[in-house]
């Protein structure tokens, strides 16, 4: 028997708004004239939720976590499901104290079951809040809270798995779900003007050519669009699983942006004849790091092929090369 624990999404809402210093908040909304975050940008005034004054902004959040058994080597990976309210001051939502835990199950279950099973009571919660609303006593008067999803917060792979898109980052066609782009167009946009974002209407034009496809054309489908299945939150009515995602913004620095510019800076010094790529790769690895610091292993290496510069380091290497080169 597989297992998942979860905390009932509803009960956990209702015991916070019952709380005085929540109810506060929720009376004293921010200035219209200044954005402060993304609760008070022009998307919530448009929406047909949000714009209701003491409507509540729910933001979930998704990460894995490795558990260690200190008696043997095995590791087990979790997924970790948290929320909080965006409706509470940011210098108050960002405490421990105000991120709570909503659900957690060993990955390999998640992936075998899918996001929906584990999620299918916050599902319906956040359906009931968008239609009649939740009533809550306080202070022995009843309140009706409606509200819905405001974000989803988690790393690329993780939003990769959660909204049924291809994980395959380096050799898939489409390497992120955010990019309309193949890998071929992604290495030489450097600008992020030029990277067609994809659109909601179009992944619903998708999704449905995927579905009423043979099983033939299925696969061909799925492999050119980068879709696995349909996204569980697409469920939640006027919910934008591309406008209404946050990522992760140190995984697209390290993994991304730093690896780029140093491809682009040791492509240069090759190009330039400062150095070849030889002499690059044994001054990186041999160079003296401090004690407390990954250095690169003696795997490290830097080749180039189609007038491209390759090299495999995990992000925290790709950090530390980073800051000694500048």
Request: glycine share 4%.
């Amino acid at each position: 028997i597989h297992k998942a624990q979860y905390i009932p999404f509803k009960e956990s809402l209702i015991n916070l708004l019952k709380k005085p210093e929540v109810y506060e908040s929720l009376n004293c909304p921010s200035r219209a004239n200044i954005m402060t975050d993304l609760s008070t940008r022009s998307f919530c005034y448009q929406h047909p939720v949000f714009k209701l004054p003491d409507s509540l902004k729910i933001i979930l959040f998704y990460d894995d976590i490795g558990i260690d058994n200190p008696l043997g080597t095995r590791t087990k990976s979790v997924g970790m499901f948290y929320w909080t309210l965006a409706n509470l001051p940011r210098f108050v939502r960002s405490q421990d104290r105000c991120v709570f835990l909503l659900a957690c199950i060993e990955k390999q279950h998640l992936k075998q079951y899918g996001f929906t099973i584990v999620l299918d009571d916050f599902f319906c919660t956040i359906e009931e809040l968008q239609t009649h609303g939740i009533p809550v006593t306080i202070n022995e008067k009843l309140h009706i809270f409606k509200g819905s999803l405001l974000l989803i917060c988690c790393d690329i792979l993780g939003l990769s798995q959660m909204h049924g898109f291809k994980c395959a980052f380096r050799l898939g066609r489409k390497r992120f779900f955010y990019c309309d782009v193949n890998q071929d167009t992604i290495r030489r946009i450097n600008k992020g003007s030029e990277c067609h974002l994809r659109k909601l209407e179009k992944y619903d034009k998708n999704c449905m050519a995927i579905d009423f496809a043979n099983e033939r054309e299925k696969a061909r489908l799925k492999k050119k669009y980068g879709i696995i299945s349909l996204s569980p939150f697409w469920k939640i009515n006027n919910f934008d699983i591309f406008h209404q995602t946050g990522i992760d913004i140190m995984h697209v620095l390290l993994e991304g942006i730093c690896q780029r510019e140093l491809k682009l800076l040791l492509k240069h010094i090759q190009q330039q004849k400062f150095a070849n790529l030889s002499s690059l790769t044994s001054m990186i690895r041999n160079f003296q790091y401090g004690c407390n610091e990954p250095s690169p292993s003696d795997k490290f290496n830097l080749s180039s092929e189609d007038n491209e510069l390759f090299f495999s380091e995990n992000h925290g290497h790709v950090a530390l090369t980073k800051r000694y080169f500048v």
